[in-house]
């Protein structure tokens, strides 16, 4: 099988790597980091201007129209420079939630604006309690009128401060953790009844808790049919877990490099350190892990979108394990292998790893992919 990026997908990755770059180096992170939002505009719209931020809007949207592979090739120069801008959340996982319901006026114009960098929508999807269980929805959708009245509460929702949109899913009929009975609601932040508690995750991301308090949306603001929305929820979501295994690997590769790096030029006993036989071994297995991990994220990119749900869930959460694991491997490795300095802020390699441990909690962890991955094989 063929692994090389096709010339489209080697042009966009060269575009994206060439300004993140030249546009974001680790000075430029650690501004950002600092700041009140925690993202920057104007990168937001330097990305779109590149056409970065439409790259899976069709083309009827004012996109580009491509997939997954497209995707891979995008996340992992995102890892790589430790981008804080919503591109997993908005980017890619919120445009995979609105594709299915384009011909439908508001989500159609949304994804132009999205695509055009004007508008950043996010998916406010698992409830507190729901342990990453796509079917466990607590928050209540009602009708009241012409209107829909929602009660709930949504768990560390990516960006959503960010947002000027968000992609709520509430319960219009249905027992807690039914198939059926989920809906998609477009939902303004700025709706009154919309609390948010925001605050920074361990890699310097912002996320917020979301209440949402008798917050009234009109009836044209749910995305497809009444009831339906959980297939299209969860499909977007997959997208977005393969994506997540692109930017972990694009870090993965980041640490190794630094970590060749440093052993070059760190002098002990007057020589390098990297000629010590003990320590080029150590790095010869983290490239080990990087590899496989590799290979999984594209496997992941491979079949995200297949139809099969089952074979697509089995695919994903091997990815998700294998590459949480070598994450674990290769951050502990790159810290060590630093020294004392690899524990500090002022190296690239600390921040590195903390984005890769909040991979590893986001969407389930090794263990819980584990879990599914031998509940799938065995049915």
């Not at 968000?166 to 198939?179: E, F, H, Q």
């Not at 009154?192 to 917050?215: E, F, H, K, M, N």
């Amino acid at each position: 099988m063929n692994f090389d990026f096709s010339d489209e997908q080697r042009q966009l990755h060269d575009v994206v790597e060439r300004y993140l770059g030249e546009q974001y180096d680790f000075n430029r992170f650690k501004a950002i980091n600092g700041s009140a939002t925690g993202w920057d505009p104007t990168i937001w719209r330097a990305l779109a201007d590149l056409g970065v931020l439409g790259i899976t809007v069709p083309e009827e949207q004012g996109g580009l129209g491509f997939g997954p592979l497209e995707t891979l090739a995008m996340m992992g120069d995102c890892g790589r420079s430790l981008l804080l801008e919503p591109m997993l959340s908005s980017a890619v996982i919120a445009t995979a939630a609105l594709r299915p319901f384009a011909v439908q006026a508001l989500a159609g114009e949304l994804l132009s604006k999205m695509a055009a960098g004007e508008k950043i929508a996010v998916l406010a999807h698992f409830d507190s309690g729901a342990r990453f269980e796509s079917q466990f929805v607590t928050t209540r959708a009602v009708r009241a009128g012409a209107n829909y009245r929602l009660d709930g509460h949504k768990g560390v929702v990516m960006h959503a401060a960010a947002a000027d949109t968000l992609l709520v899913s509430a319960r219009t009929s249905g027992d807690t953790g039914d198939a059926q009975g989920v809906s998609l609601f477009l939902v303004p932040r700025t709706t009154p009844g919309v609390i948010l508690d925001s605050y920074a995750t361990v890699d310097g991301q912002r996320a917020a808790d979301v209440y949402l308090t008798g917050v009234e949306v009109g009836a044209g603001s749910r995305l497809g049919e009444e009831g339906r929305a959980l297939a299209a929820i969860e499909a977007a979501l997959d997208i977005g877990l393969a994506g997540l295994c692109a930017d972990a690997v694009g870090v993965m590769q980041a640490l190794l490099d630094a970590t060749i790096d440093y052993v070059r030029q760190r002098q002990q006993f007057g020589q390098p350190i990297g000629r010590f036989q003990a320590l080029q071994h150590r790095i010869a297995d983290m490239l080990v892990h990087l590899e496989q991990a590799r290979s999984m994220s594209y496997l992941a990119a491979l079949r995200c979108t297949d139809e099969d749900v089952g074979e697509r869930r089995k695919a994903l959460s091997a990815a998700k394990a294998v590459i949480g694991q070598a994450g674990r491997f290769v951050g502990q490795q790159a810290v060590q292998l630093h020294g004392g300095m690899g524990m500090t802020d002022e190296l690239k390699v600390s921040h590195l790893f903390k984005r890769l441990t909040a991979a590893q909690l986001m969407f389930g962890d090794s263990d819980a992919h584990l879990q599914r991955y031998a509940a799938l094989t065995r049915t």
